[in-house]
T-cell receptor, first 111, second 112 residues
Framework: GQQVMQIPQYQHVQEGEDFTTYCNSS?????IQWYKQRPGGHPVFLIQ?????EVKKQKRLTFQFGEAKKNSSLHITATQTTDVGTYFC???????????FGQGTRLTINP | DAGITQSPRHKVTETGTPVTLRCHQT?????MYWYRQDPGHGLRLIHY???????DKGEVSDGYSVSRSKTEDFLLTLESATSSQTSVYFC???????????FGPGTRLTVL
């Protein structure tokens, strides 16, 4: 079936370092969404990318959607302790009204 | 946060007992979803609903059933709970199935 793979599974950084997580789909996606889950919390929507090659920024977070619409990345510049959590990408399943989620990247930060 | 609640928030039960989890929304969204979250597996879809009385299976539906008799409520039932169903269960809602999903606070279920 359709799959979305996310790497790395875990990432530990020093506060102030950059962080990147990558998302790869087995099929072309109509859009890709990113969610953040704080420890003990629930996933919260961050952003949706729709266009091939699209780049969006939210303060220190930069999201990219690949030209082939099969991969995406989330880059955080100069991490802060508030960035701790698990970041998920998700894409629509073809022909169905549901999403398939990546396994997530858990980010921990040493202050 | 979207108006979505889950009950109970925590539950401990024994193997073989039936368990029902409830998801309630006040957003009048058409689509509702049940996921389970386990370490190393991310969010896996159990069942979802695309309208009242309209449901479909997700990737990990074995051992679970659902019902949606009203737009605002989506119930997840474990007919006979097993230890492998120990997990955190999240409900999500969406106005369009392939669009943004809003998650409830989750239910932590422990099956002993």
């Amino acid at each position: 079936g359709q799959q979305v793979m996310q790497i790395p599974q875990y990432q530990h950084v020093q506060e102030g370092e950059d962080f990147t997580t990558y998302c790869n789909s087995s099929t072309t996606l109509s859009n890709i969404q990113w969610y953040k889950q704080r420890p003990g919390g629930h996933p919260v929507f961050l952003i949706q990318l729709v266009k091939s090659g699209e780049v969006k920024k939210q303060k220190r977070l930069t999201f990219q959607f690949g030209e082939a619409k099969k991969n995406s990345s989330l880059h955080i510049t100069a991490t802060q302790t508030t960035d701790v959590g698990t970041y998920f990408c998700a894409g629509p399943v073809q022909g169905a009204q549901k999403l398939v989620f990546g396994q997530g990247t858990r980010l921990t930060i040493n202050p | 946060d979207a108006g979505i609640t889950q009950s109970p928030r925590h539950k401990v039960t024994e193997t073989g007992t039936p368990v029902t989890l409830r998801c309630h929304q006040t957003e009048n969204h058409r689509y509702m979803y049940w996921y389970r979250q386990d370490p190393g597996h991310g969010l896996r879809l159990i069942h979802y609903s695309y309208g009242v009385k309209d449901t479909d299976k997700g990737e990990v539906s074995d051992g679970y059933s659902v019902s949606r008799s009203k737009t605002e409520d989506f119930l997840l039932t474990l007919e006979s709970a097993t230890s492998s169903q120990t997990s955190v269960y999240f409900c999500a809602i969406s106005g369009q199935g392939v669009d943004t999903q809003y998650f409830g606070p989750g239910t932590r279920l422990t099956v002993l």
